[in-house]
């Protein structure tokens, strides 16, 4: 693993939910290398090393994504798309995590390659529970593929 390489992108525009996030996330130690994309158009820049993030190499990450549906600009399903599509960036598993309980997103979120739904708990303790679970699966308990160098 490179010295540069993010573990986790969480893409959430919701200044409340994007803050207890990085609570739970911090307070349970599951990742120090955490970026934070606001919008859809930002996260596939981010992904696929493209505008303000040029500079970054495509394999430096992220290890997990953690992705909301519905985002300015271009929506969760559009980055969903474009990552499960592309050689280079389909093996990252991308976890939705959602307020969206609507039958049509999730199918066609699995259907696109998702590695999982989860609709997002409305509770504060319940929220921050299943952040630390996530991050604790997905950053430290999960073996992905390795990727080979770009």
């Not at 919701?14 to 930002?42: C, F, K, M, T, W």
């Not at 430096?60 to 549906?69: Q, S």
């Not at 600009?73 to 093996?91: A, C, N, Q, Y």
């Amino acid at each position: 693993m490179t010295e540069n390489m993010v573990e986790l992108l969480l893409v959430e525009d919701d200044p409340n939910d994007l803050a207890l996030g990085l609570h739970a996330l911090n307070r349970y130690n599951v990742s120090n290398r955490i970026q934070v994309v606001r919008d859809g158009a930002e996260a596939l820049d981010f992904i696929f090393c493209t505008g303000a993030y040029s500079e970054r190499k495509i394999e430096n990450g992220p290890k997990v994504i953690l992705l909301d549906l519905k985002l300015p600009k271009i929506d969760g399903i559009e980055v969903l798309r474009r990552v499960k599509s592309d050689p280079r960036t389909r093996t990252i598993p991308v976890v939705v995590l959602t307020s969206s309980r609507e039958d049509r997103d999730i199918i066609e979120c699995y259907q696109l390659g998702v590695n999982s739904y989860i609709v997002k708990p409305v509770d504060f303790d319940q929220f921050t529970e299943a952040m630390r679970q996530l991050g604790l699966y997905w950053v430290l308990l999960n073996q992905p593929p390795l990727r080979p160098e770009r």
